[in-house]
């Protein structure tokens, strides 16, 4: 620690010594951070749920959630990660912005897994998700970024829709949104 040297192998294995003997909220943060840079998903998971239960207030606790969030993410449990991140927005207002953006992300890149293929104006409604979940995060380039991918006008009077209809989004998302065009 005194010299700084937490990016090296050793200090690792001495972190995970310490953590298994005498855990703490901060080694087992730290612990799950270094296993994350280094894309060890699976092994930071049970760490961090370990360091929630080792978290003494609600900052720490929206942390861990944040974290766990991000891990989930990486994995593909995209249910799972919007769930942590909520609840890690929740139990820090502070943390709400990082959380929303992580959802918005999430959202953005889910297009091509829930296209259906089904109806242009329901397949681009998971981007008026993204605006709303940027919208909270309080990112004016990402909203700009979800509203440019809104359906246009003319396609909702070609698929006999109009704007402020809701629509409900399959898929892991499951939200309903307002319709709403990009023009």
Not at 30 to 37: D, E, L, N, P
Not at 126 to 145: F, H, P, T
Request: aromatic share 8%.
């Amino acid at each position: 620690m005194k010299y700084k040297c937490f990016s090296s192998n050793s200090f690792l294995q001495a972190l995970e010594i310490i953590d298994n003997q005498n855990p703490t909220y901060a080694t087992s943060q730290v612990r799950a951070m270094r296993y994350m840079q280094n894309r060890e998903y699976d092994k930071a998971q049970p760490v961090l749920e370990k360091a929630l239960t080792l978290a003494e207030n609600d900052v720490q606790k929206a942390e861990i959630h944040y974290d766990l969030a991000k891990v989930h993410a990486q994995a593909g449990r995209k249910t799972a990660a919007r769930a942590s991140a909520l609840e890690a927005a929740k139990l820090d207002g502070d943390k709400a912005k990082e959380a929303w953006l992580l959802i918005a992300q999430m959202y953005m890149s889910s297009s091509q897994d829930c296209k259906k293929g089904i109806s242009r104006v329901d397949d681009q409604a998971v981007y008026i998700a993204a605006y709303n979940a940027y919208s909270r995060a309080g990112d004016s380039k990402g909203m700009a970024e979800a509203r440019a991918r809104f359906p246009s006008r003319e396609e909702l009077f070609t698929e006999s829709r109009q704007v402020g209809e809701t629509v409900t989004l399959g898929c892991w998302i499951g939200e309903t949104v307002t319709l709403a065009t990009r023009d």
